[in-house]
């Protein structure tokens, strides 16, 4: 029923053509919620389970077919077009057919459905009482969730201020910090919460089984040593050098220098004023250090009159002038104390890229004396989980979307990448950054041994639990399984959809988990994107939320959530209105940042304001304030 709709005539024709359309489709509604649901009857056990199932089953059967030419005449007859009727999929279907029945006065014949059917108010009731279950009370209808950082752990008054912006609910990331540091913090909240009389929710995330980059090759970066110059480029005074032996601790510069330089051991105690240290600089310039005075044991002030570029391989030689002669000490010695960085893999569109399987360091393209590139640039993989099967073609994301490949051939060690997307300038891939595989599914198991353990503290503090990755009913099932163990039954639950197989397997994830735990679904838009593409995010955001209310469960909007704001403390106008619209949710998440405080009280106002215009899908039409 309802694959096709014919040409509805108008008038009173049209109107018995509605009729006798609804009430078929209502028993097709009937009939395949309860299909749907039998894999799950024996496991609605939680009170408002049950009905909230149907109403979703009910929804997903009323969403199998286009509805879009019922929804018209509908529409065209001054009747509910059925856009709104998410929360209550029969109880609107079934005042429609009243209306329509006592227009044509006939007999609406409605039989009762084998699954219940969920009023309007009993529809909006319920998605609230689960709302304030999974996320907590709120003055506003839509709660703000805020990722804290280790800042929080440390500074008491940060959560404070944090509360009093607007918070509602604190989201501690199990990916980062160490476990000491994130009990802090839920030591924090609680007793800031305490002490203002505000609750708040804390919801502890699992880190999740992410593939991501693996470690770069590391080099000391030449550290360059200038001179000072004036607009017009002459020098006006050399460059000092701070000067330490190895035994000395110094962890920064004395005032006024400009670099500094490690000594190797025992030649500190035998400088002296005026002596000279030459060495031929990385660019096989001549320079030279003099030694100007003595800062104390081991310590001394030396200056350079022209630039140079030193690194762990300058070879250095001490020259000092006896009885007014030049002379050269035998030997040769390297300066010390260059740190390690990370080398630079910067990558052009049409770049190849190795991506390894394993963990050995990445490195840039190595080339010939002739510059023929030998070896290309290469970065491997870490993580719980391994390549997928890739084929030519595939493609492949870095670092939430930032650069793009594709497929161009499968190795043993690994796969040949080309890159797709970069910027002009080249993207730089770093090391501990996401890897997605868009139409490649990964396998393995959705909770880590390090999730198990972070589970152990998030059974025991936490308000709620947020499930990374999850794909499947298998999933679920796995973490309420964990939680069982640590007699943590009735903990919510917010599972995160990031990537293209939870989109497709929402209905199970949800079905599966309702009846035994408290459900929060989030859209994590940033894999998501990724996963789906960024033309579909919109589209399926909506879905999303679409689904999840006629489940009755919160939703929780997040990534990049006034971004700009958080991140620089200047507003950009399009995440004001990603903001406004972030409204139809129960939950908007803000990441951590310098000025998350000022973005907590900035969403608190357009989350107030925007309450008044609309609610869900629906418009409200207050007076007009211009």
């Known amino acids: 029923m309802g694959e096709t709709h014919q040409h509805i005539p108008s008038g009173t024709p049209e109107l018995e053509a509605l009729l006798g359309e609804l009430q078929a489709l209502r028993t097709h509604l009937d009939q395949r919620s309860v299909e749907r649901l039998a894999p799950y009857v024996d496991i609605l056990d939680l009170p408002g389970s049950r009905e909230s199932a149907c109403n979703l089953a009910q ?34 279907i079934d005042q429609v057919i009243h209306l329509l029945a006592r227009a044509l006065d006939r007999d609406p014949r409605l039989v009762r459905p084998a699954c219940p059917t969920v009023g309007f108010e009993q529809g909006s009731d319920r998605l609230a009482a689960n709302a304030e279950r999974v996320l907590g009370s709120a003055d506003r209808g839509v709660r703000i969730m805020v990722t804290l950082s280790n800042y929080a752990a440390e500074e008491p008054a940060h959560v404070r201020e944090l509360l009093l912006a607007g918070m509602d609910c604190a989201r501690i990331n199990c990916a980062h910090d160490t476990p000491e540091l994130r009990q802090r ?60 032996a190895p035994e000395i601790d110094e962890g920064g510069l004395v005032p006024d220098t400009d670099a500094r330089l490690g000594l190797p051991a025992g030649l500190g105690a035998g400088l002296r004023v005026g002596d000279r240290l030459v060495f031929e600089d990385t660019r096989a310039k001549q320079r030279a250090i003099t030694i100007e005075r003595e800062l104390g044991p081991g310590r001394w002030l030396g200056s350079c009159g022209k630039s140079c570029y030193i ?31 990370p080398v630079e893999l910067r990558m052009y569109r049409d770049d190849p890229l190795l991506l390894r399987r394993d963990q050995a360091p990445g490195h840039p393209a190595r080339v010939d004396a002739s510059g023929h590139v030998t070896t290309p640039a290469t970065i491997g993989c870490m993580g719980e989980l391994a390549l997928p099967p890739v084929a030519p073609g595939d493609p492949v994301w870095f670092d939430d979307g930032t650069i793009g490949a594709q497929v161009l051939e499968v190795r043993e060690e690994g796969m040949l990448l080309r890159i797709t997307q970069a910027k002009p300038g080249g993207s730089l891939i770093r ?9 490649n599914p990964m396998h393995g198991c959705s909770l880590t041994p390090k999730d198990l353990a972070d589970l ?34 009735g903990l919510p639950i917010i599972a995160k959809i990031e ?39 919109a589209e399926m955001q909506e879905e999303i939320l679409w689904i999840c209310e006629a489940a009755h469960i919160p939703v929780v909007w997040a990534t990049q959530v006034l971004e700009t704001l958080v991140k620089k403390g200047t507003v950009s106008r399009p995440e004001l209105t990603d903001a406004a619209m972030s409204n139809r949710a129960e939950c908007v998440m803000l990441n951590k940042g310098p000025y998350v405080t000022h973005a907590v009280q900035t969403l ?11 609610v869900k899908k629906t418009a409200q039409l207050r007076a007009l304030h211009w």
């Open 604 to 614: 608190s106002d357009i989350l107030a304001r925007m309450h008044d215009h609309q």
């Open 311 to 341: 690194d762990a391989g300058t070879r250095v030689r001490l020259e000092r002038r006896a009885q007014g002669r030049k002379a050269n000490h035998e030997g040769s010695f390297h300066f010390t104390g260059f740190t390690l960085e």
């Open 185 to 244: 913090m839920v030591r924090n909240v609680r007793e800031q919460a305490n002490a203002l009389g505000r609750p708040c929710q804390i919801v502890m995330d699992l880190a999740g089984p992410k593939l991501r980059t693996g470690p770069l090759e590391s080099y000391t970066r030449p550290l360059h040593i200038r001179p000072h110059r004036d607009v017009r480029g002459v020098i006006r005074r050399p460059a000092t050098i701070l000067l330490c």
């Open 59 to 92: 929804y997903l059967a009323l969403r199998e077919f286009d509805r879009r030419p019922l929804q018209q005449a509908l529409a065209r007859n001054g009747l509910s077009s059925l856009g709104r009727s998410e929360a209550h999929v029969l109880g609107t």
């Open 499 to 537: 990537t293209r197989q939870a989109v497709r397997n929402l209905p199970e994830i949800i079905l599966s988990t309702i009846g035994q735990h408290p459900l929060g679904i989030m859209i994590a838009r940033g894999d998501l994107a990724v996963e789906l593409g960024p033309e579909r995010l």
């Open 431 to 439: 090391s501990d950054k996401g890897i997605n595989f868009p139409q």
């Open 456 to 489: 152990d503290l998030i059974a025991r503090d936490a308000d709620a639990v947020g499930y990374s990755f999850v794909e499947s009913a298998d999933d679920m099932r796995l973490l309420m399984q964990e939680l069982a163990q640590r007699d943590a039954t």
